[in-house]
């Protein structure tokens, strides 16, 4: 039997980065086989984001801030488990709100862009040979770079190469075009730097918006979870 790999995972939000690991999934009639790869322990600050996790892997997450748990002063419940001592791969989507161009851009300054942090020390306590974290591309013009090159220090001190890209989820097979920051860290005495695979699609041939959820167009209006219709009345001559 092969490893199962154990994963911690931070800021899991509804488990995008854990269901990329985990595979068991079925996409526009492509089956991606389960992986060897298991969620030991997951945790978010949002309840609806936890209920939603909860309800699609039939698993446990934690609801809590990373902060407050790191520092002793959480409350697990009977079923809950606590932070592992010890974990094969970290992954976090660390919050991006405060480098977003979206947003005010606060970076550093508030207590939210410094929740990487938390990573950090999530990696110091459970020694993964491997880390993956994401945000958004306003990362790499903080500062004039500097946050990027910040942050990218601040991993590489506990001893991890570390490489980070701007990637477009489109050129592989996401029907977004959403642009992440995807950063991967290797442990120097046990893996190589992380090499980005190269993209499957070009613009040409992206997954489209009627590819993704065109079938969803003869699906009657709420036999499927948030799907009706608008409920303004339209004016023939518009």
């Not at 492509?30 to 992986?35: D, E, H, T």
């Not at 009977?78 to 709100?97: E, H, R, Y």
């Amino acid at each position: 039997m092969k490893k199962r790999f154990s994963i911690v995972s931070l800021f899991t939000g509804c488990g995008g980065l854990d269901l990329g690991f985990t595979g068991g999934f079925e996409f526009l009639g492509k089956k991606y086989p389960r992986r060897n790869f298991e969620i030991v322990w997951a945790n978010d600050i949002d309840k609806a984001s936890c209920e939603t996790c909860r309800k699609y892997f039939k698993r446990d997450i934690v609801l809590g801030d990373i902060r407050k748990i790191l520092d002793g002063k959480h409350n697990f419940s009977f079923l809950q488990k606590s932070l592992p001592n010890k974990a094969d791969i970290v992954l976090g989507g660390f919050p991006c709100q405060d480098f977003s161009h979206a947003g005010k851009r606060n970076g550093f300054k508030s207590m939210r862009g410094l929740l990487y942090l938390a990573m950090i020390e999530v990696i110091k306590k459970t020694k993964p040979f491997l880390f993956v974290a994401e945000n958004v591309p306003g990362l790499l013009t903080m500062k004039g770079g500097e946050a990027i090159q910040r942050i990218i220090k601040d991993f590489e001190k506990l001893g991890y190469n570390v490489v980070y890209r701007l990637l477009m989820s489109a050129d592989y097979g996401v029907p977004q075009t959403r642009e992440r920051v995807i950063i991967v860290g290797t442990k120097k005495d046990r893996l190589p730097p992380f090499e980005y695979p190269k993209p499957i699609l070009d613009k040409k041939n992206w997954v489209n918006l009627k590819q993704a959820i065109g079938d969803l167009e003869k699906v009657k209006e709420g036999n499927i979870a948030n799907h009706y219709w608008p409920k303004a009345i339209l004016c023939k001559r518009c």
